[in-house]
């Protein structure tokens, strides 16, 4: 039943079995289960990238992002897909690359509100609040997961509240009410 070429046919087939599909047509677009993680993985980052798009015209874009970095379901798949990599060389370069893609949407959120402040982006620029934020959300979520919470109270509370300075800041600007110096300096 099994030839030397359908090494790839179990995983395939069980796939088949719960999408309800016939084998042959889930074979016929998804040669080994390797094409088809990359196609799920693809797909669900052209969502990811859309939603954050949407994300940047927010009237609080940093919180926004915040609350979709910080979405376990979000958070779990794509631990699932960086777990899969570990042994294949092209989904690995496929998740660095949308990540460095994901990371341009979230500089252009900081960027967009820290500019609309008074807050010295020398001290921590826009990109270090990028890699802070994605950080901090995966580590939350994945302890989480796990039943470890020591701390994340905390965390959290100290984000929307930075969240809050920046934001608070960049809309009162906006309007002309300057109300002084930031609480971040």
């Known amino acids: 039943m099994r030839s030397a070429d359908s090494h790839h046919f179990p995983g395939l087939t ?3 079995d719960k999408a309800a599909l016939k084998p042959q047509l889930v074979h016929y677009y998804f040669r080994t289960m390797d094409d088809l993680f990359m196609e799920v993985f693809r797909r669900r980052a052209e969502e990811g990238l859309q939603i954050q798009a949407a994300i940047l015209d927010a009237p609080h874009p940093l919180r926004a992002l915040w609350n979709f970095s910080t979405d376990s379901t979000g958070v779990a798949v794509t631990m699932e ?3 899969l990599a570990r042994h294949r060389p092209a989904l690995r370069a496929e998740i660095a690359r949308y990540s ?3 990371r341009v949407g979230q500089l252009a959120a900081a960027e967009q509100v820290l500019a609309r402040t008074e807050y010295d982006v020398s001290r921590i620029p826009a990109v270090v609040v990028s890699v802070l934020m994605t950080s901090i959300s995966r ?3 994945m302890e989480e997961a ?3 919470t020591a701390g994340h109270a905390e965390t959290i509370e100290l984000i929307d509240w930075c969240l809050g300075v920046l934001e608070n800041e ?3 600007r906006a309007i002309g009410n300057v109300r002084g110096r930031s609480d971040l300096r």
């Open 14 to 16: 069980r796939v088949a």
């Open 170 to 172: 960049a809309a009162d």
């Open 100 to 102: 460095e893609l994901f």
């Open 146 to 148: 796990l039943g470890v």
């Open 81 to 83: 897909f960086i777990a």
């Open 139 to 141: 580590v939350v979520v």
